[in-house]
C-alpha cells in the first residue's frame, strides 16, 4: 500500500534552518510528482513547492523562492525538504503529498501525516 | 499569481444538502480537487476530476464546474461530514499550484 511517512517533529531558532524528510513506499518512487504543503495553527493549506523525482525538476510557490529546497533521493525513494532563515510564521505543520492524474486533471491522492515545525527562541 | 476563492462557513442541516464553491480563473483550464481536513489529521482526497471519487469515499460526495467555478456537493449530510473542505487547483500562468482558502462545513 502507498505510504509516505515523514520525519518527527523539530524546534528551531529564528534564522536557522530545518529539513523535513519524506519517504515514500508501495509504488514506483520516480513515477509520481510529491507536492510540499504547509498550514499554520488555524490557517488554511498553503502550497509551498513540488519536485518531480524522475526528472528532479522542481518548482517552488513565489513566497518561498531563494529560501526553500526540494531534493530527492532515489536509493532511499526520499524526498527531503529544506527551510531556511526560519521565522516565527514558519511555525506550522508541513505535509508532503503525493500527485496523481495528469493533464488538466491531477490531483493529491495520498499525504505525509505532517511534521510540525516550531520556531522559538 | 492566479487566486482561488472560497466561502469562509457554511452549515447544513443534519440529512440535507450542501454545496461548497470554488471560483478563480485556473478552473477555466484545470480540474479542481476537494480535500476534506479534520482537526489534527491530514487532508484527505474526496473528489477529482470531472467528478471522480477515491475508493472509500462515499457516494454522498460530488464535484462539478462551469466556467471559472468549481463544485463540491455533499448529499445526504451526515455529522461525520463537519469539517474544513479545501480546493486546490494548477495556475496556468505560473507553473504553480494553489489552494482555496477553505471551507468550514457545519453540520446541524
Known amino acids: 500500500q502507498v505510504q509516505l511517512v515523514q520525519s518527527g517533529a523539530e524546534v528551531r531558532q529564528p534564522g536557522a534552518s530545518v529539513k523535513v524528510s519524506c519517504k515514500s513506499s508501495g509504488y514506483t518512487f520516480t513515477s509520481y510528482y510529491i507536492h510540499w504543503v504547509r498550514q499554520a495553527p488555524g490557517q488554511g493549506l498553503e502550497w509551498m513547492g513540488i519536485i518531480n523525482p524522475g526528472g528532479y525538476t522542481t518548482k517552488y510557490a513565489e513566497k518561498f523562492q531563494g529560501r526553500v529546497t526540494v531534493t530527492r533521493d532515489t536509493s532511499t525513494s526520499t524526498v527531503n525538504m529544506e527551510l531556511r532563515s526560519l521565522e516565527y510564521e514558519d511555525s506550522a505543520v508541513y505535509y508532503c503529498?503525493?500527485?496523481?492524474?495528469?493533464?488538466?486533471?491531477?490531483?493529491?491522492?495520498?499525504w505525509g501525516q505532517g511534521t510540525l515545525i516550531t520556531v522559538s527562541s | 499569481s492566479s487566486e482561488l476563492t472560497q466561502d469562509p462557513a457554511v452549515s447544513v442541516a443534519l440529512g440535507q444538502t450542501v454545496r461548497i464553491t470554488c471560483q478563480g480563473d485556473?478552473?477555466?483550464?484545470?480540474?479542481a480537487s476537494w480535500y476534506q481536513q479534520k482537526p489534527g489529521q491530514a487532508p484527505v482526497l474526496v473528489v477529482y476530476?470531472?467528478?471522480k471519487r477515491p475508493s472509500g469515499i462515499p457516494d454522498r460526495f460530488s464535484a462539478s464546474s462551469s466556467a471559472n467555478t468549481a463544485s463540491l456537493t455533499i448529499t445526504g449530510a451526515r455529522a461525520e461530514d463537519e469539517a474544513a473542505y479545501y480546493c486546490h487547483s494548477r495556475d496556468i500562468n505560473y507553473n504553480v499550484y494553489v489552494f482555496g482558502p477553505g471551507t468550514e462545513v457545519t453540520v446541524l
Open positions: 503529498a503525493r500527485e496523481a492524474g495528469e493533464g488538466a486533471s491531477s490531483y493529491l491522492d495520498f
Open positions: 476530476g470531472e467528478n
Open positions: 485556473s478552473l477555466r483550464d484545470y480540474y
